[in-house]
């Protein structure tokens, strides 16, 4: 049975910390719903009803427009040991991007990671768990580094390029709030 919590308890961010990988979730008011896996060591909790992740240059920027859109954001992590359990957080998101105040003030929490983009954040609302035990037991081998050698071969004048071209509109033409 799922248990609702208001914020964040030591136990919760415990869990959190134990999971290399997460999910994130975001829709615009209409349009497509986005969920994207995330990895790397790229999460943060700030405090009981505060979170941050690092996003790096991908594919698109779905969470960023839909954040501008509508600004609901839902984060999800889950044991794939042998102690089942899923951890939802439910918030409002915003976001800050490089040379802001806010993002030079937090970029020192995260490692450094070539086509850092943005850091997303999230004012907890809610925070579910539950049994997960539909999910299946699996081993974590290692993080990939095809994103960083990706983005190193780019170079920052080709990232910001290749935001330009496709981190600029989501799927559905929402602005980003990259480069507009």
């Not at 509508?70 to 992590?77: E, K, L, Q």
């Not at 997303?120 to 035990?133: K, L, M, P, Q, R």
């Amino acid at each position: 049975m799922a248990e609702f919590f208001e914020e964040l308890s030591d136990k919760h961010r415990e869990f959190i910390a134990a999971q290399p990988v997460f999910f994130v979730a975001t829709a615009p008011g209409k349009g497509r719903i986005n969920l994207s896996p995330k990895g790397l060591d790229s999460l943060r909790v700030l405090n009981a009803k505060r979170v941050a992740y690092l996003d790096i240059t991908g594919s698109g920027n779905e969470t960023a427009a839909h954040i501008l859109d509508d600004g609901r954001i839902t984060f999800m992590f889950m044991s794939f040991s042998r102690n089942a359990r899923i951890l939802r957080i439910y918030g409002r998101g915003s976001f800050a991007r490089p040379g802001s105040d806010e993002y030079e003030n937090h970029i020192g929490l995260f490692p450094v990671y070539p086509g850092a983009r943005q850091i997303i954040f999230a004012d907890v609302e809610s925070v579910s768990t539950s049994c997960g035990y539909g999910v299946p037991e699996m081993e974590f081998l290692r993080p990939r580094a095809a994103m960083s050698k990706w983005a190193e071969a780019k170079g920052a004048d080709g990232i910001r390029d290749y935001q330009e071209k496709e981190n600029s509109k989501s799927i559905d033409g929402l602005p980003t709030g990259l480069y507009d």
